[in-house]
C-alpha cells in the first residue's frame, strides 16, 4: 500500500511541475503553443499547378514542388507555415492538381505572393524536330520555338546548389554567368543525357522562356552546367539567390487568396479555452458528487490527463486549431467515460462482498476489455482520418489520437495507483465514500 501511496504522491508532484512548465513557459513565451491559421491569423495561398510539360509520371514532380515551396515560404520566419497538396474537385477540373499554403501571423496577401512568385521554374529540354534554323538565329523567343523542345529532361528540384561566376562566354570577358551544380540524380540523369546527344542542342528554359540554347558537344560527367544568358551583374545575382532558394520542378498559378484576422484567431481562443476549462469543471463536479471519493481521484487522474496533454502539445509540438481544441475536449469525455466504467464494475465487486484491494483489482480487470476495445477503434478511426483527411481534419485527428492514447494512461494507470493507495473499508461509511449515485 505504501508503494502506491509514494507513486500517488509522485503523479501528484509531476501534475503541479507540468502545469508550472505549461504556464510558465506560455507566459515567457520560452515555449508556447502553436496556433493554426484559424487562431492565429494570416494569409492562405491557393496555387494551380500546371503538369502538362512533364512527361510520365507527375507525382515525383508534385512531391517536389510541394517541397520547394516549403522550404521557400519559410523564409517568412512564421511559426508553422504549412504546404500541401490537394487534388482539385470536378467542378474545377478533373485532376487539377492544387498546392494550399498557409502562412500563419503573416497578414500582407500581396507580398507573400511576391515572394513566393519570385522563385523561378528552372527546365532543361532537349530541341526535336527542325530548330536548328531559329537556334543558329539566336532568336530563341520567336514565336514557336518554344514548341520546338521536348518535355522536360531535368528541372530546378534536381539542382543542389547555384553560383555566380565571371568568365569568358560567348566572347565577352568576365561575363556574369550561373553555375549549377546538381544532385546525385540530376548528375546521372545530365551525364547520360550528354553521352547520348552529343551534336543536338540542349535548351535551358527559365519561366518558360528558352535562356541558353548550348549545342551538347561531348558527355559532361562532372554534375554542373553553366548558364550564359547575357545576364547583367544584378540580374545573374538575382538568378542565383532564387535558384538557391528552390527552383520550382513545375509552374504554378495564384488561384485564390484568403486573409485570416488576428482578431477573430484570438476570439477563437478564448472560446476555446473557455470551453474546456467550464467542459472540465462540470465533469469534474458530476465525478465528485455522483462517485465521491473514486470521483475525486479520478479529477486528480484527469488533472494529470489536461497537463500531460498541453506539455506534449509544446513538446512535439502539435499546431492547434479551432479543430483540435474540439478534438481535446473530446477526448477528455473519453478520459471520463473509462473512469465510470472502472467505478462501476468495482461498485458491483463491492456489492457481491469483495472490500479493498481485491474489489478494485477486480473492477479494473473487467473494466479494461471494454476500455481497451474502445479506445482501440478510437485510435484506428483518429489514425484514418489523419491519413486521408485535410488540413484541417489532419489537426483534429492528431490531437484527439494523442488525447486517446495519454487518457488510456491516465485511466488504467493515474487513476489505479490513486485507489490502490487509499483503497474502501468495510464500514457502512467506507462504503458510502467509494459508492455511486444518490444511494
Excluded at 103 to 112: I, K, Q, R, S, W
Excluded at 208 to 219: C, D, K, R, Y
Amino acid at each position: 500500500m505504501w508503494t502506491y501511496r509514494f507513486s500517488a504522491l509522485a503523479a501528484i508532484f509531476v501534475t503541479a511541475f507540468l502545469g508550472w512548465y505549461v504556464y510558465s513557459s506560455e507566459v515567457n513565451g520560452t515555449r508556447p503553443f502553436r496556433l493554426g491559421l484559424d487562431l492565429s491569423g494570416g494569409t492562405q495561398l491557393l496555387y494551380k499547378a500546371d503538369t502538362s510539360a512533364i512527361a510520365g509520371d507527375t507525382e515525383e514532380s508534385l512531391d517536389a514542388l510541394r517541397e520547394t515551396i516549403e522550404r521557400r515560404v519559410n523564409l517568412f520566419g512564421v511559426a508553422e507555415p504549412l504546404v500541401q497538396r490537394e487534388k482539385g474537385s470536378s467542378v474545377a477540373g478533373e485532376g487539377e492538381e492544387r498546392l494550399i499554403i498557409e502562412l500563419p501571423g503573416v497578414t500582407d496577401a500581396n507580398e507573400a505572393i511576391r515572394q513566393i512568385g519570385e522563385t523561378p521554374v528552372l527546365e532543361f529540354r532537349m530541341l526535336k524536330g527542325d530548330g536548328e534554323e531559329i537556334v543558329a538565329s539566336g532568336t530563341t523567343t520567336l514565336p514557336g520555338a518554344n514548341d520546338l523542345f521536348g518535355p522536360a529532361i531535368l528541372t530546378g528540384r534536381h539542382i543542389a546548389r547555384a553560383e555566380l561566376q565571371f568568365g569568358s562566354a560567348g566572347g565577352l570577358a568576365n561575363e556574369p554567368v550561373v553555375v549549377l551544380f546538381f544532385d546525385d540524380e540530376g548528375t546521372k540523369i545530365f551525364a547520360d543525357t550528354t553521352a547520348q546527344s552529343v551534336g543536338q542542342v540542349f535548351g535551358i528554359f527559365l519561366d518558360g522562356v528558352p535562356i541558353s540554347t548550348p549545342v551538347i558537344n561531348e558527355a559532361i560527367p562532372g554534375g554542373t552546367a553553366v548558364i550564359s544568358g547575357n545576364f547583367t551583374a544584378v540580374e545573374a545575382r538575382d538568378l542565383v539567390k532564387n535558384l538557391n532558394f528552390g527552383a520550382l520542378p513545375v509552374p504554378i498559378e495564384l488561384v485564390s487568396t484568403q486573409t485570416v484576422s488576428g482578431t477573430l484567431g484570438g476570439e477563437a481562443v478564448r472560446d476555446g479555452i473557455f470551453a474546456g476549462a467550464a467542459g472540465f469543471g462540470i465533469v469534474a463536479l458530476f465525478m465528485i458528487l455522483w462517485y465521491r471519493v473514486p470521483g475525486l481521484l479520478a479529477v486528480l487522474a484527469l488533472s494529470l490527463y489536461v497537463v500531460l496533454s498541453l506539455a506534449i502539445f509544446k513538446l512535439i509540438p502539435v499546431t492547434l486549431t479551432a479543430a483540435g481544441i474540439a478534438a481535446f475536449i473530446l477526448s477528455i469525455g473519453m478520459a471520463v467515460d473509462a473512469n465510470v466504467l472502472i467505478f462501476a464494475r468495482m461498485r458491483e465487486e463491492m456489492k457481491n462482498g469483495k472490500i479493498g484491494e481485491e474489489a478494485i483489482r477486480e473492477g479494473f480487470n473487467r473494466a479494461w476489455l471494454s476500455i481497451r476495445d474502445s479506445n482501440i477503434s478510437s485510435i484506428i478511426t483518429a489514425i484514418i482520418l489523419f491519413w486521408f483527411g485535410t488540413s484541417i481534419v489532419k489537426g483534429f485527428a492528431l490531437v484527439f489520437g494523442l488525447g486517446v492514447v495519454i487518457s488510456m494512461l491516465s485511466a488504467i494507470t493515474v487513476s489505479r495507483t490513486f485507489l490502490l493507495a487509499l483503497p474502501p473499508g468495510e464500514g457502512r461509511i467506507s462504503r458510502f465514500l467509494y459508492g455511486s449515485g444518490i444511494r
